[in-house]
C-alpha cells in the first residue's frame, strides 16, 4: 500500500515537472526570470556557505537556459551569471583556484550561446528546432505507412538510411482508390541526412498528388513540380504501380528507377517488369512507358531502390538477381516480414535501401 502511495507521489511530482517544463517553453521571461534568480541565490549560498555550496553550480542555469530561453536572454544570463560567478570565487579563500574556474564557466557560456545562436537562424528557440525536426521525421515514417487492404492481399514495407540516420532519400506514398491501391516508392539524389530534407518536401507533394490525379498522370505531374523548384543538380527516381484489387491487373511504370520484380507462384519464376522513363526533374516533357501484368493468388510484385542491387562493383542486374535469391527463400513463409528481411541481407549499408513488397495471398 505503502509502495502504491510512493509511486503515485512519484507520478504527481513528475506531471508536475513536465508541466513546470511546458509553461517555461512557452513562456521564455518566466524561464529567464527563474533561471536569473536561481543564479543570483546560488551566488549567495555561496558565499554564505563556500565549503557546502560550490560555486560550480552556476553552470546549471546556463545549461538549462541554452535549452529554454531565447538568444537575447541566454546571452544576458550568461553575462550576469559569468559576473556573478567571478565576483564569488574572488571573494573566496585564496587557495581556491580562480582563474580556472572562471575560464571553465567563460567557456561553458560560449558553447551554450554559439548553439543558441545557430537554433535562433531557424526562428525558434530552445530545443524546439530538435522538436520540430523529430516531428517531420514521423511525418515523414507515417507517410511511408501503407495501408489496409481487403482479404487475400498483403503489402509491407521496409526503409534503411545510410549511416543509421533516421532520414533517409527514399521514401514511401501510398493509398487507396476505387479497388486501386497506388504505391510509389521515390528515391531522391543523395543519401541519408544529405537528402532527407528533400525527401520531407517531395513525401508531401508526392502524398497529395497520389490518388488525386490519374494513374497515367502521376509521373509527369511530380516531374512539372520538381521542375518547379528549381533545384540545381538535384533529381528523384520513382517507381510507381497501380493494382486493380478485384482482378490483380497492374501498371507499372518508372522513372530512371530500377523495375520491378514479379515472383510468379504458379511457374516459380521470377520476371523483371522494365518500363522506361527519364529522372524527374531533368526533362521538360517526358514520356514514361507502361508494363501491364497481373498477380495472380500466390504472386507478388516487389518494388525497390537501387541501394538493394547496386554497389560500385556490382551492376543492377546482378544485384536484381542477387534479391530475388534471397526473396526465393522467403515463399514458404508468404513473404510476412520479408521487406525487413531483404533490406538487412541485400540492402548496401553505405546507402539509402528501401523495399515494398504486395503479395497477393493464395487463400483470400
Known amino acids: 500500500m505503502n509502495r502504491s502511495g510512493g509511486l503515485a507521489e512519484v507520478r504527481r511530482i513528475g506531471r508536475r515537472a513536465e508541466a ?17 534568480l536561481s543564479a543570483l541565490v546560488g551566488s549567495a549560498c555561496s558565499l554564505s556557505w563556500p565549503s557546502r555550496v560550490p560555486a560550480s553550480l552556476l553552470v546549471v542555469p546556463l545549461l538549462i537556459g541554452g535549452m529554454l530561453l531565447r538568444f537575447r536572454q541566454l546571452v544576458a544570463l550568461t553575462l550576469i551569471t559569468l559576473a556573478c560567478g567571478s565576483y564569488v570565487v ?42 520540430m525536426l523529430m516531428e517531420l521525421r514521423d511525418t515523414l515514417t507515417a507517410q511511408g ?19 543509421g540516420s533516421t532520414f533517409s532519400g527514399d521514401f514511401v506514398v501510398s493509398t487507396t482508390r476505387d479497388d486501386v491501391l497506388e504505391v510509389a516508392l521515390v528515391d531522391v539524389s543523395g543519401k541519408g541526412i544529405d537528402a532527407g530534407t528533400r525527401a520531407l518536401l517531395l513525401s508531401g ?14 509521373l509527369p505531374s511530380a516531374n512539372r513540380y520538381m521542375r518547379r523548384q528549381d533545384w540545381d543538380d538535384d533529381f528523384a527516381t520513382v517507381v510507381h504501380v497501380a493494382v486493380h484489387l478485384k482482378t490483380g491487373d497492374f501498371d507499372v511504370r518508372t522513372a530512371g528507377h530500377p523495375p520491378a520484380i514479379q515472383f510468379d507462384a504458379w511457374s516459380g519464376r521470377w520476371q523483371t ?13 517526358p514520356e514514361f512507358e507502361v508494363n501491364h501484368g497481373q498477380l495472380k493468388p500466390g504472386d507478388a510484385l516487389f518494388l525497390y531502390s537501387d541501394g538493394m542491387v547496386e554497389t560500385p562493383r556490382r551492376d543492377i542486374g546482378r544485384g536484381t538477381d542477387r534479391l530475388a535469391g534471397h526473396a526465393e527463400r522467403l515463399v514458404a513463409q508468404g513473404f510476412q516480414g520479408g521487406a525487413a528481411e531483404l533490406v538487412e541481407a541485400a540492402g548496401g549499408p553505405a546507402d539509402d535501401s528501401a523495399i515494398v513488397i504486395i503479395h497477393r495471398t493464395a487463400h483470400g
Not at 20 to 36: D, G, I, N, T, W
Not at 145 to 163: F, H, K, N, Q
Not at 273 to 285: I, N, Q
Open 20 to 36: 513546470l517544463v511546458r509553461r517555461a517553453r512557452r513562456s521564455h521571461r518566466l524561464a529567464f526570470a527563474a533561471l536569473l
Open 90 to 131: 574572488m571573494s573566496g579563500p585564496s587557495e581556491l583556484p580562480k582563474t580556472g574556474f572562471i575560464l571553465v564557466l567563460g567557456v561553458v557560456g560560449w558553447i551554450v550561446i554559439t548553439s543558441a545562436k545557430v537554433r535562433s537562424q531557424l526562428g525558434v528557440p530552445g530545443t524546439r528546432g530538435e522538436s
Open 145 to 163: 505507412e501503407l495501408p489496409d487492404l481487403p482479404s487475400g492481399w498483403r503489402a509491407e514495407a521496409a526503409i534503411r538510411s545510410a549511416g
Open 205 to 218: 507533394a508526392f502524398g497529395g498528388l497520389l490518388g488525386v490525379v490519374p494513374v497515367e498522370e502521376f
Open 273 to 285: 517488369r522494365d518500363s522506361h522513363g527519364p529522372l524527374l526533374g531533368l526533362v521538360e516533357s
